[in-house]
């Protein structure tokens, strides 16, 4: 099937997967592993698990108020996990990295501090194709302070529809967060551009960077956005670690998140004053040693280098799509064409339920994401409760796509769909 | 892993071919359950009379095996006391929880005994227990609020 297509990466994958032990996994039955799940999180390489093992080996104490010799290389090894991540994405000034728990909890901040100066009358706009973690906590910020939820629509190919965007960006409209890269339909979003016209109406732009991020270059010092998100899981780092970066006027001017240690100033029972950012939004023990593990995350990445890897995602995509419009009774969810589209591909079989598709696959080591894929409003856009999702990274292979081929007509087999 | 013990054609057929699907009237109370981590949904609608089932219709968006199993056990549990459902409902969980262990007992769960397999794959395991779910629920505010009317 392979040769009937052609494929061209400028990735090594033999050297690459060799850095990824569980890639050469056997599952049960036989089946050799094909991970097609890496949207919902990647595969780690050995290079990431070392860092930590080294961190929590040799170097492990507390940050910052640890006043030891093992504290101080762990403020170190921690500090130095910023400075990576702000390199990696073109921050200027490292103090505008905020370290969270993951992906969800730096919007939430977001939707928090900034939340705290919305009022009624004031309008938030973010997209139809939002994960739910970029749209529950809007409603809750808007529900606190009367302020009104509004959004973009998604067209019938899957791409944002911008056509009432004047109507949506007004003086009114004070924040508008957007997911960059689609983690259900895989779209690309035009960011830079809705930023220039959200910044004209004077409105705070909020990113959803995790499919993005770990796809394709990212520099915020030319982007024109004011916060971006990203996950450390999803980039080939640990879990247990997000990233927030902030415009660093943006960051001084708002309020605190969580209250705790670390993130104070001086603190009196009568009141307290708050420490600058990032401290003031980092409450409590950080994810040290997952600090450590992105920060050999984003090295391993810069390493093979992330022009290299968009290009092979590219790549992957476009095999991806054409080998799955040969499967009969497919309907893909999201652009059809491999322009604009991130490494996630959604689709539904003509009279096989997702779970039941992922079941079948999954006996044959294919593991793929079945349902909402947390986010249910875009299946309701398109008429869809559920869909069944392929995603994938530097690692995937053209082969892995073929076995995916290979098993949706197995499926479509098993259930005797005509 | 054998798909053959998990898609038995029992289990396709009733997907297939659902019982008691189609909300009907009249009912006592219906419920709404949802797997929040999958999508799947169901809506059951129960009559009771007295203490015995008189009537469970459903309509479900699911996966063969959340709609199968909620087909079934419509089946297992209209005409009988609560009591018997509910005791036929322990029999159900108890197989589910079995890890492929338990040999089920065809006397009481019929029909139910095909998903035995479904034991061995432990992310459906919830799929088969959601109608279960919903008609228990549905059964017990029926219940509450009969007995409810009786003390007025």
């Given at each position: 099937m392979t040769d009937a297509r052609t494929f061209s990466s400028p990735l090594d994958l033999q050297s690459v997967r060799a850095d990824f032990p569980i890639l050469s996994r056997e599952l049960a039955s036989g089946f050799p592993l094909v991970y097609l799940d890496s949207a919902n999180s990647s595969q780690k390489p050995r290079q990431v698990v070392q860092a930590i093992e080294d961190h929590y080996l040799i170097h492990n104490a507390n940050v910052a108020r640890a006043m030891h010799q093992l504290g101080a290389e762990a403020t170190a090894a921690y500090e130095g996990g910023r400075d990576k991540v702000a390199a990696f994405i073109g921050a200027t000034n490292r103090d505008e990295i905020v370290f969270t728990k993951n992906a969800s909890e730096a919007l939430n901040l977001a939707a928090h501090t900034l939340g705290a100066g919305l009022q009624p009358g004031d309008v938030v706009v973010i997209s139809e194709m939002e994960h739910h973690s970029n749209i529950v906590p809007w409603q809750l910020a808007c529900e606190r302070t009367g302020a009104t939820l509004k959004w973009f629509g998604v067209t019938e190919d899957g791409r944002l529809d911008l056509s009432n965007l004047d109507e949506l960006l007004t003086e009114q409209t004070k924040v508008v967060a957007l997911t960059?890269?689609?983690?259900?339909?895989g779209t690309i979003n035009p960011i830079a551009d809705i930023a220039v016209k959200a910044k004209a109406v004077g409105a705070t732009v909020v990113v959803d960077a995790s499919q993005a991020v770990p796809q394709f270059p990212v520099d915020v010092s030319t982007l024109g956005v004011d916060i971006l998100v990203f996950t450390g899981h999803k980039a080939v780092g640990p879990t247990g670690i997000g990233v927030l970066w902030g415009r660093y006027e943006l960051l001084a001017e708002l309020p605190p998140f969580l209250g705790g240690g670390e993130m104070i100033e001086v603190v009196r029972m009568t009141g307290s004053t708050y420490a600058p950012p990032p401290a003031r939004f980092e409450?409590?023990?950080?994810p040290i040693a997952q600090a450590v593990g992105l920060g050999a995350a984003l090295d391993y990445l810069s390493g093979i280098g992330m022009d290299k890897i968009a290009a092979h995602e590219h790549a992957i995509v476009e095999y991806a799509l054409e080998g799955l419009k040969t499967v009969k009774g497919l309907k893909l969810l999201g652009p059809a064409d491999a322009a604009d589209h991130g490494g996630a591909i959604s689709f539904e079989l003509a009279g096989v339920h997702p779970h039941d598709v992922s079941t079948v696959l999954d006996t044959r080591g294919i593991a793929v994401r079945a349902g909402h894929h947390c986010a249910r409003p875009v299946h309701e856009r398109f008429g869809m409760q559920s869909s069944t999702r392929a995603s994938f990274y530097l690692y995937t292979t053209p082969g892995e796509i073929d076995a995916l081929v290979d098993g949706l007509e197995f499926v479509r087999s098993f259930f005797k769909v005509d | 892993m054998q798909l053959d013990s998990l898609y038995q054609e029992i289990i396709l057929d009733h997907y297939r071919t659902p019982h008691h699907a189609g909300l009907a009237d009249p009912y006592d109370v219906e419920v709404h359950h949802v797997n929040p981590s999958c999508g799947d949904e169901v809506t059951l609608r129960v009559e009771l009379d007295g203490d015995t089932v008189k009537g469970v219709t459903h309509h479900s968006v699911g996966c063969s095996i959340s709609q199968a199993a909620t087909s079934v056990m419509s089946d297992l549990v209209i005409g009988k006391p609560v009591t018997e459902g509910m005791a036929t409902y322990e029999k159900f969980l108890e197989l589910m929880q079995g890890r492929g262990n338990v040999e089920p007992d065809e006397e009481v769960l019929e029909d139910g005994v095909a998903f035995a397999g479904v034991a061995q794959f432990p992310a459906r395991v919830k799929c088969a227990l959601l109608g279960w779910s919903a008609w228990r629920d549905a059964t017990a505010q029926a219940l509450a609020a009969n007995e409810g009317v009786k003390n007025a």
């Amino acid at each position: 099937m392979t040769d009937a297509r052609t494929f061209s990466s400028p990735l090594d994958l033999q050297s690459v997967r060799a850095d990824f032990p569980i890639l050469s996994r056997e599952l049960a039955s036989g089946f050799p592993l094909v991970y097609l799940d890496s949207a919902n999180s990647s595969q780690k390489p050995r290079q990431v698990v070392q860092a930590i093992e080294d961190h929590y080996l040799i170097h492990n104490a507390n940050v910052a108020r640890a006043m030891h010799q093992l504290g101080a290389e762990a403020t170190a090894a921690y500090e130095g996990g910023r400075d990576k991540v702000a390199a990696f994405i073109g921050a200027t000034n490292r103090d505008e990295i905020v370290f969270t728990k993951n992906a969800s909890e730096a919007l939430n901040l977001a939707a928090h501090t900034l939340g705290a100066g919305l009022q009624p009358g004031d309008v938030v706009v973010i997209s139809e194709m939002e994960h739910h973690s970029n749209i529950v906590p809007w409603q809750l910020a808007c529900e606190r302070t009367g302020a009104t939820l509004k959004w973009f629509g998604v067209t019938e190919d899957g791409r944002l529809d911008l056509s009432n965007l004047d109507e949506l960006l007004t003086e009114q409209t004070k924040v508008v967060a957007l997911t960059w890269v689609s983690n259900a339909l895989g779209t690309i979003n035009p960011i830079a551009d809705i930023a220039v016209k959200a910044k004209a109406v004077g409105a705070t732009v909020v990113v959803d960077a995790s499919q993005a991020v770990p796809q394709f270059p990212v520099d915020v010092s030319t982007l024109g956005v004011d916060i971006l998100v990203f996950t450390g899981h999803k980039a080939v780092g640990p879990t247990g670690i997000g990233v927030l970066w902030g415009r660093y006027e943006l960051l001084a001017e708002l309020p605190p998140f969580l209250g705790g240690g670390e993130m104070i100033e001086v603190v009196r029972m009568t009141g307290s004053t708050y420490a600058p950012p990032p401290a003031r939004f980092e409450a409590g023990t950080p994810p040290i040693a997952q600090a450590v593990g992105l920060g050999a995350a984003l090295d391993y990445l810069s390493g093979i280098g992330m022009d290299k890897i968009a290009a092979h995602e590219h790549a992957i995509v476009e095999y991806a799509l054409e080998g799955l419009k040969t499967v009969k009774g497919l309907k893909l969810l999201g652009p059809a064409d491999a322009a604009d589209h991130g490494g996630a591909i959604s689709f539904e079989l003509a009279g096989v339920h997702p779970h039941d598709v992922s079941t079948v696959l999954d006996t044959r080591g294919i593991a793929v994401r079945a349902g909402h894929h947390c986010a249910r409003p875009v299946h309701e856009r398109f008429g869809m409760q559920s869909s069944t999702r392929a995603s994938f990274y530097l690692y995937t292979t053209p082969g892995e796509i073929d076995a995916l081929v290979d098993g949706l007509e197995f499926v479509r087999s098993f259930f005797k769909v005509d | 892993m054998q798909l053959d013990s998990l898609y038995q054609e029992i289990i396709l057929d009733h997907y297939r071919t659902p019982h008691h699907a189609g909300l009907a009237d009249p009912y006592d109370v219906e419920v709404h359950h949802v797997n929040p981590s999958c999508g799947d949904e169901v809506t059951l609608r129960v009559e009771l009379d007295g203490d015995t089932v008189k009537g469970v219709t459903h309509h479900s968006v699911g996966c063969s095996i959340s709609q199968a199993a909620t087909s079934v056990m419509s089946d297992l549990v209209i005409g009988k006391p609560v009591t018997e459902g509910m005791a036929t409902y322990e029999k159900f969980l108890e197989l589910m929880q079995g890890r492929g262990n338990v040999e089920p007992d065809e006397e009481v769960l019929e029909d139910g005994v095909a998903f035995a397999g479904v034991a061995q794959f432990p992310a459906r395991v919830k799929c088969a227990l959601l109608g279960w779910s919903a008609w228990r629920d549905a059964t017990a505010q029926a219940l509450a609020a009969n007995e409810g009317v009786k003390n007025a």
